[in-house]
């Protein structure tokens, strides 16, 4: 769990919202889940659209 560290937060249908801390790097979250591919895309693809 090193590198360039991210906290998302995450708002379900339901209206529950929780956080997580991501590494981008490992593509991993601090309860020690690994993303695949496409969660790491989604991410990616949500940071860059803050960027601009």
Known sequence: ???KRI???FE???GVLF???YWADSN???NGAIGNK???DVIN???SMLKK
């Open 1 to 3: 769990m090193e590198g």
């Open 45 to 47: 693809h949500e940071l």
């Open 19 to 21: 956080r997580q801390l």
């Open 38 to 40: 496409e969660i790491k």
């Open 28 to 30: 991993t979250f601090h």
């Open 12 to 14: 379900l249908e339901n």
């Open 7 to 9: 906290f998302l937060e």
